[in-house]
């Protein structure tokens, strides 16, 4: 199993910068693909970032060239997004996600989301 806890979330002026931080624990880093997903109220969670192991990253078009996703698999166990020029439809709670695919099946664990507020 995996725990993740993220913070960094909070109130910011549309324009502005916000870095989230998710640590992992439990479990290989390695093995795990990591994300960040956003949820808002009444709709589905949504990707925003993925990156792999490896380093391979792939964003969502609404925040790709302004969003960048990082992870430290060396010392810290934990994956970064960085969010510039944030908008007002940034507004959610973003979430911290490990996905592994292994020989007895796939596994997903979730932190327990943090929230970020863009308004002026």
């Known amino acids: 199993q995996v725990q993740l806890v993220e913070s960094g979330g909070g109130l910011v002026q549309p324009g502005g910068s916000l870095r989230l931080s998710c640590a992992a624990s439990?479990?290989?880093?390695?093995?795990?693909?990591m994300s960040w997903y956003r949820q808002t109220p009444g709709k589905q969670r949504a990707l925003v970032a993925g990156v792999t192991s490896g380093g391979t990253t792939n964003y969502a078009d609404s925040v790709r060239g302004r969003f960048t996703i990082s992870r430290d698999n060396a010392k810290k166990n934990t994956v970064y997004l960085q969010m510039n020029t944030l908008k007002p439809e940034g507004t959610a709670v973003y979430y911290c996600?490990?996905?592994?695919?292994?020989?007895?099946?796939?596994?997903?664990?979730w932190g327990q989301g943090t929230q970020v507020t863009v308004s002026a």
């Open positions: 439990g479990d290989i880093f390695n093995f795990y693909r």
């Open positions: 996600n490990a996905h592994r695919v292994h020989l007895t099946g796939e596994y997903d664990y």
